[in-house]
């Protein structure tokens, strides 16, 4: 096997891991949080505002956008994870044994 190959299907199995990793993380937040702190809510209120001043967000609004906040955050943290693990992982396995 070519490096490129080995390098092409290490990406494309951390790119399925962080899908995979992200979606896990996103389902256990959303179910986890039954109560949105203030500081978020404010946050998300002030996004909306900011977004149209004329709009007045009610509560379901406020909610869905910090449930995707959430999930956004999910799927941040897994890419993090995912990166740093998939970087050490190649520097001391595989590219030792598949380019050198």
């Known amino acids: 096997?070519?490096?490129?190959?080995?390098?092409?299907?290490?990406?494309?199995?951390i790119v399925?891991?962080?899908?995979v990793v992200g979606a896990l993380l996103a389902a256990i937040?959303?179910?986890?949080?039954?109560?949105?702190p203030l500081w978020l809510d404010n946050a998300s209120t002030a996004i909306l505002h900011y977004m149209d001043p004329n709009y007045s967000p009610d509560?379901?609004?406020?909610?869905?956008?910090t449930?995707?906040?959430l999930c956004a955050l999910a799927y941040l943290m897994a890419a993090?994870?995912?990166?740093?693990?998939?970087?050490i992982t190649w520097r001391r396995y595989i590219?030792?044994?598949?380019?050198?």
């Open 29 to 36: 937040l959303l179910h986890i949080s039954f109560e949105i």
């Open 67 to 69: 449930r995707m906040l």
């Open 1 to 13: 096997m070519t490096s490129r190959t080995v390098l092409l299907g290490w990406c494309s199995a």
């Open 59 to 65: 509560a379901w609004d406020v909610e869905t956008m």
């Open 80 to 87: 993090f994870v995912l990166s740093c693990a998939g970087v």
């Open 95 to 100: 590219r030792r044994r598949f380019t050198g």
């Open 16 to 19: 399925a891991a962080w899908l």
